[in-house]
């Protein structure tokens, strides 16, 4: 019976190790927060390039009708996000200020 619960002791005494020891790694871990860079700036659809406003009217977007655009700063790159629909389908498309799709 001794045995058991010497055992059982030192059973316990190394789980509580084991422990202390992933909470003092835990403790040491930097924690670092990423915050989404972009900033949107609202655009009225009369306001856009005048190369972004041609290559909507392209044939890449015929049938396409652009509902709202925003000016988007995210690092160093600009551009603008401008959301379209067609019938009852929609989505949103990216173009810089030249004209020219952005990935």
Known sequence: ???IILAATLAFAGFTAVQASEVNTIK????????DSAVKTPVKLEELPAPVTTALKSDAYKGWTATEAWSVK???KE???INVKK???TGSVKIDKDGKPVQ
């Open 28 to 35: 040491n871990a930097a924690i670092v927060a990423v915050q």
């Open 87 to 89: 019938e009852a389908e």
């Open 79 to 81: 551009y603008y996000l």
């Open 74 to 76: 995210e690092g160093t």
């Open 1 to 3: 019976m001794k045995k």
